[in-house]
């Protein structure tokens, strides 16, 4: 999914539970944050080839919307960094590890673990085959679900129409 749309929904989401009981607003950012990361944080190494001097800004921008086999031309570097740190952060296998390893620590970060897990399975249903299958199983495969991509015009038209039905009936309820 966008990533707009990533961090509408965690909002909502955090909204809908703040009005059964209290959610702390550092804890209410952080969910955010965390369902809009493992879109943003896979661009560092391009951002970090651009200020280097030796990419374009407009890479940076090529690459945030490509299609896929239309991505700028990176060193192998970067490309492998970004597609692995993408890989990462879109996994579910690596956030069920994390998410044990925290909960035992620390049962307070559930929440913005819930933020992270929201992105992961909202990608498995929103790329496709032909559209960059989220990697929800790296590192044991690149394999993902074929679902419905998300730049399918009526289904962004449906997603930000669902997006806008919520927030109304959540603005709505006393
Ligand atoms: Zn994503």
Redesign the pocket.
Same mark, same amino acid.
């Given at each position: 999914?966008d990533?707009l749309a +990533?961090g509408l929904w965690a909002g909502l989401g955090v909204s809908a539970l703040a009005r059964r009981r209290p959610v702390a607003r550092r804890m209410a950012v952080a969910t955010v944050v965390m369902a809009l990361l493992? #879109?943003l944080v896979h661009m560092l190494p391009v951002l970090a080839w651009v200020l280097g001097g030796d990419g374009a800004v407009a890479e940076l921008w090529r690459y945030a919307i490509a299609l896929p086999g239309q991505e700028p031309g990176m060193p192998p570097w970067v490309g492998a960094a970004a597609h692995h740190l +993408?890989c990462i952060? $879109?996994s579910g296998v690596l956030a069920l590890i994390v998410t044990a390893a925290l909960w035992r620590w620390r049962a307070s970060l559930g929440l913005p673990l819930a933020g992270w897990w929201s $992105?992961i399975l909202i #990608?498995v249903l929103t790329h496709s085959s032909d559209y960059y299958a989220?990697p929800v199983l790296y590192p044991l495969t690149y394999e993902g679900f074929d679902g419905m991509a998300w730049n399918t015009p009526w289904f962004m038209a449906a997603n930000y129409l669902a997006l806008a039905i919520c927030a109304y009936a959540l603005w709505r309820r006393p």
């Open positions: 999914m990533i +990533h493992p #879109d +993408h952060l $879109h $992105h #990608d989220s």
